[in-house]
């Protein structure tokens, strides 16, 4: 079989032309999270695009993705605090409700 002669093309969804763009989300209708590829480039940057195919183009649509990778000191706080209110006596009630050795009321 003959490689395919259709031209390849990558292209940021914001650039296409709005009908294009209204054919992109009819081929995604539940959204592209399930379909995107991360692209890497050459010089260590890297993008997220979704394939789209029309008779005579192979796309790969660039695809703007917010990622947060910056948190802040204050966000840590609040999952990873210490000073645990009530710990202390947690663990001072759960050494007084262990029951006895429970293998006795087993036949071994």
Known sequence: MAPSAKKRL???F??????????VK?????GYTDFMMRI???????FFAVPFET????YLVKIEVKIDDVSSDDDDKDYYDD???????????DSEDE???ESADYDL
């Open 83 to 93: 000073d645990l209110k009530g710990a202390d006596e947690l663990a001072n009630d």
């Open 26 to 30: 009819a081929a995604y209708p539940t």
């Open 55 to 58: 008779e005579e183009i192979s």
């Open 40 to 46: 890497e480039k050459p010089n260590g940057d890297f």
């Open 14 to 23: 914001n650039n296409m032309a709005p009908e294009l763009q209204e054919e």
């Open 99 to 101: 029951p006895a050795d």
């Open 10 to 12: 990558v292209v940021s």
